[in-house]
């Protein structure tokens, strides 16, 4: 059995949840007013436009998302049905597929990212200084790897 959490240790652990739980909310309830995208549509739109060719194999891009390759399939899906993205086998390995960001697909994120960027801004990035978001980012970067 796993050993207590001290008081401090639950403390800041529910600190965490609890922040994190409600700057999610955040940003997804404020992107999807401003402009019709889920948190996953942008996070895939941004993985796509940085993609060399605008393209990643789907296994790469659950892997990249931290989603399971069903919630992937299930997300490209959704957005191949409103022209964000498309599905087509790859072709170093025609058993393969990759999704491919569309030209509407790249206009949506241009025109998501400035109000987006805003909402990161206001909720995130200005209530912290220089050395306690590159704090932020050493943490995490070590949890990602658990």
């Known amino acids: 059995m796993a050993e207590p959490l001290t008081r401090t240790q639950l403390a ?6 609890e922040s994190s739980w409600a700057l999610h909310t955040r940003l997804e309830d404020e992107l999807r007013a401003a402009t019709g995208l889920s948190m996953n549509d942008y996070h895939v739109l941004v993985a796509l436009a940085e993609a060399p060719e605008h393209r ?3 296994g790469e891009l659950a892997s990249r998302l931290v989603l399971s390759p069903s919630r992937v ?6 957005m191949i049905k409103r022209g964000l993205v498309r599905k ?4 170093d390995d025609g058993r393969g597929q990759e999704a491919v960001l569309t030209p509407e697909g790249l ?6 990212a400035p109000a987006h960027l ?6 995130f990035i200005d209530h912290l200084d220089d050395e306690e978001l590159a704090v ?8 990602r790897k658990v």
């Open 73 to 78: 399939t299930y997300q490209i899906s959704s």
């Open 12 to 17: 800041h652990w529910r600190t965490f949840i």
């Open 88 to 91: 087509e086998s790859c072709s």
């Open 107 to 112: 206009t949506a994120l241009r025109d998501a």
């Open 118 to 123: 805003e909402t990161v801004r206001r909720s």
């Open 136 to 143: 932020i980012g050493r943490v995490f970067a070590k949890i």
């Open 56 to 58: 990643i194999r789907m």
